[in-house]
């Protein structure tokens, strides 16, 4: 799925069983001061299962593409990053991508604040 909120494309993912084993069993320290309280610090989600992510590289603001079962991948930089948007190389100075306000109202309805400055 795709939205925009602040002008900014959010995406929410549904993780492959194959993408959810590469978190669980890949240490990848990275800064995570800008991580919500309210999420998984491991998953950088909510649950395990979906990923709501903002789909801009943390460098360049380009979009990356998505691949499901590897992560993202900026095709203006070449910045990769798993699918819990966690830098796996240098190219974004170690920069994850950034996560949006948001949280699951039920199972079937994602709530993110369209204002993410409050």
């Given at each position: 799925m795709y939205v925009l909120t602040d002008g900014r494309p959010v995406w929410a993912v549904y993780r492959?069983?194959?993408?959810i084993e590469f978190i669980e069993n890949t240490a990848i320290e990275f800064?995570?001061?800008q991580d919500s309280t309210t999420i998984n610090n491991k998953y950088r989600?909510?649950?395990?299962?979906?990923?709501v992510v903002f789909g801009g590289c943390p460098d360049v603001q380009e979009i990356p593409e998505y691949y499901p079962n590897k992560g993202f991948v900026c095709?203006?930089?070449?910045?990769?990053?798993?699918?819990?948007?966690?830098?796996?190389?240098?190219?974004?100075?170690?920069?994850?991508?950034?996560?949006?306000?948001?949280?699951f109202k039920d199972k079937m309805t994602l709530v993110v604040y369209a204002n993410q400055d409050g």
């Open positions: 492959t069983l194959p993408a800064n995570k001061s989600s909510v649950n395990k299962d979906i990923f095709p203006e930089n070449g910045a990769l990053f798993d699918t819990a948007g966690r830098p796996l190389n240098n190219v974004s100075k170690g920069q994850p991508m950034a996560i949006p306000k948001h949280y």
